[in-house]
């Protein structure tokens, strides 16, 4: 009789619990705009690259300076959106962003003129790709996980490498069938039904704006006398009691800041400069698209359970000695594209190497933040050093363009990325965790 009481006790007391943490959803949401990414975005350009090249006669620096003009629009917005992400959340935010990229990639097939080009990727799709990627992302599925934070952003970024497999073969086939205007339109309906419609059900700034904790666990009552405006401030639930959060001005004091920064310039450099001309190095090398975008398809496969392996081992090994790992794998797998002279080596040394490594770029990086500074200034302090991904982001993909332009070859600026990640392994070696020493006030 005394056991029936109990159970019926605790049957009343969880009777109103959701059985399925809402943080989930979350996750999907970002996991759709991720494999919707891949698609409109850098990761995929590089097959439009030549034929629009080509067609419009254009040099590859001058293709480039759109990619340029996108990422200096999307250094000026990141402050914008990371204080909107903390303050309102990314609701609304990355439902009106995807539908601007709608409208972007459905101008990109109007394009005739470089005016054009610049406008229509460079701007228009500099407010549709902002608030999609990993600015909006990563500090929202920091907020509502913690103890699980690592599993939770590995699935959500393995979207693009889901994307990659996915839409590589149909970008193809629209380009060789129907010609690259035809394919930019087929893309500019992709962003509804994936991005927009889930981001305005789903989407939610913070566990506790829903009476939730991060990973669903049941709050605790604050310790007593705890200061409510203390810069860094304990997170008083089950799990994550060890967790701070620091504002963006007292991290901008931490040496650690400064060299993550350093890093992420170094690895965004190699990243962003691979990503937008290796299928042109590919097939500059003698490969054909068809080599190149299976190529890219073994890499996404890879990068998949990269992500998702690499992400849950993140809950329990340290972040920063797995980060310096993928930085030189990085590092290794873009020597072997360099020296690739068959198609097995190309898929082994570049596909599989690269993509265990580099594939979680997008991934581990980006949780050393709610590691070092916490989650509840996050969206701040990312915004505010957004613009040095950025200017990263410009400069690889320019180098090497002007690299090509000058050599007619790729090998130099791909030499000089494989030092990037070496350079990026150090800094993060350099960056420890910050300890904060002593409580510090709000200003």
């Not at 399925?20 to 975005?41: E, N, P």
């Not at 060789?176 to 059900?201: D, N």
């Not at 666990?217 to 060890?242: Q, R, Y």
């Not at 791909?414 to 993060?428: D, K, M, N, S, T």
Request: proline share 5%.
């Amino acid at each position: 009789m005394h056991a029936r009481a109990e159970f019926l006790v605790h049957f009343l007391k969880n009777a109103g619990k959701p059985r399925f943490f809402y943080g989930w959803y979350i996750v999907l949401c970002g996991f759709l705009a991720q494999s919707m990414r891949v698609g409109l975005g850098l990761q995929t350009f590089g097959f439009f690259f030549k034929f629009m090249s080509e067609e419009l006669g254009w040099t590859r620096a001058m293709l480039t300076g759109g990619l340029m003009t996108n990422n200096i629009i999307g250094a000026v917005l990141g402050p914008a959106i990371g204080f909107t992400v903390d303050r309102y959340g990314p609701r609304l935010l990355m439902a009106g962003s995807a539908g601007m990229l709608s409208v972007s990639l459905l101008l990109l097939s109007q394009t005739h003129s470089l005016w054009q080009f610049y406008l229509f990727y460079g701007v228009v799709g500099a407010f549709g790709l902002s608030a999609t990627t990993f600015g909006g992302l990563n500090p929202t599925i920091a907020k509502w996980f913690v103890r699980k934070r690592g599993r939770a952003t590995g699935i959500a970024t393995a979207g693009v490498n889901v994307g990659g497999v996915v839409l590589t073969p149909v970008i193809l086939f629209l380009i060789s069938h129907y010609g690259w205007r035809a394919a930019w339109m087929v893309l500019a309906l992709l962003p509804w039904p994936f991005v927009v419609l889930p981001s305005l059900l789903w989407l939610r700034r913070q566990p506790e704006d829903m009476g939730l904790r991060p990973d669903g666990d049941e709050a605790m009552v604050a310790p007593a006398g705890a200061p409510a405006t203390d810069v860094l401030s304990v997170n008083p639930w089950p799990g994550i009691a060890e967790e701070v959060s620091w504002t963006a001005p007292a991290a901008f004091r931490t040496r650690a800041l400064w060299l993550l920064l350093a890093a992420e310039f170094f690895s965004g450099m190699a990243v962003s400069g691979g990503i937008v001309h290796r299928i042109p190095y590919m097939t500059d090398q003698g490969f054909s698209n068809a080599v190149a975008a299976t190529t890219f398809v073994i890499y996404s496969v890879f990068a998949f359970f990269s992500k998702l392996i690499l992400g849950s081992l993140t809950d329990r090994y340290s972040v920063r000695h797995l980060t310096i790992a993928i930085m030189l794998g990085s590092a290794l797998g873009l020597f072997c594209l360099i020296g690739a002279k068959s198609v097995w080596q190309l898929y082994l040394g570049y596909g599989v190497v690269y993509g265990i490594a580099g594939g979680a770029q997008n991934t581990l990086p980006g949780l050393i933040w709610p590691t070092y500074y916490g989650r509840q200034f996050l969206g701040a302090i990312k915004g505010l050093t957004s613009p040095f991904g950025r200017a990263a982001g410009i400069g690889g993909p320019m180098f090497a363009a002007f690299i090509y332009d000058g050599a007619e070859s790729y090998e130099l600026a791909f030499v000089v990325f494989v030092g990037c990640f070496v350079a990026a392994a150090l800094l993060i070696g350099l960056a420890r965790r910050p300890v904060p020493e002593g409580p510090m006030r709000a200003a």
